[in-house]
């Protein structure tokens, strides 16, 4: 089975300061990692996947296989990150398409 | 404009009655999936879809039913069967297994 751990419900931050929202999973195999983003009022939508090492609004995440994390950060958050995150996970067989989310954690960036 | 559009945007339901709601995608996308959004429980697999006329059960498929006639047509009934329908729906598509899933605006289903 897969699952996704999000541990913090709410996280708050000041304007400025360094963002770090944690995501562990539990799969057997060879996973793929996402981040997703809910703004208010609007639809939600991909952030960054572990496969593209890309940078998206600022944001990082790496891939740990040895921890099982995919932590997602910002080094200086700004008001207009405070959104909804979700961690999700795809796994690796053959018929995996579904993703499977984790709770998510509200992220309130404090001016 | 390609996306995934739900409809309706809020919906209200009587004890008792089943309720269709409405999910259409002019992406391409091969499969389809419904999630249901509570607080505090993030998203959960209802059903989803690989290709046209095949569809399989997610983690709470019971008191759910959906069909899969139209590759951009992914409908899902919520019946009386359903416990607890209260809740907001979203819907996403996705290219095979490739990238990640492009979602709706959501349905808000409340039983009165």
Request: charged fraction near 20%; include cysteine; proline fraction near 4%.
């Amino acid at each position: 089975a897969q699952r996704v751990t999000q541990p913090e419900k709410l996280l708050s931050v000041f304007k400025g300061a360094p963002v770090e929202l944690k995501c562990n999973y539990s799969y057997s195999g060879s996973p793929e990692l996402f981040w997703y983003v809910q703004y208010s009022r609007q639809r939600l939508q991909l952030l960054l996947r572990h496969i593209s090492r890309e940078s998206i609004k600022g944001f990082t995440a790496d891939l740990n296989k040895g921890e099982t994390s995919f932590h997602l950060k910002k080094p200086f958050a700004q008001e207009e990150d405070s959104a909804m995150y979700y961690c999700a996970l795809r796994g690796s067989g053959a018929g995996s398409y579904q993703l499977t989310f984790g709770k998510g954690t509200k992220l309130s960036v404090i001016p | 404009d390609g996306g995934i559009t739900q409809s309706p945007k809020y919906l209200f339901r009587k004890e008792g009655q089943n309720v269709t709601l409405s999910c259409e995608q002019n992406l391409n996308h091969d499969a389809m999936y419904w999630y249901r959004q509570d607080p505090g429980q993030g998203l959960r697999l209802i059903y989803y879809s690989q290709i046209v006329n095949d569809f399989q059960k997610g983690d709470i498929a019971e008191g759910y039913s959906v069909s899969r006639e139209k590759k951009e047509s992914f409908p899902l009934t919520v019946t009386s069967a359903q416990k607890n329908p209260t809740a907001f729906y979203l819907c996403a598509s996705s290219v095979h297994r490739e990238g990640g899933y492009t979602f709706g605006s959501g349905t808000r289903l409340t039983v009165v």
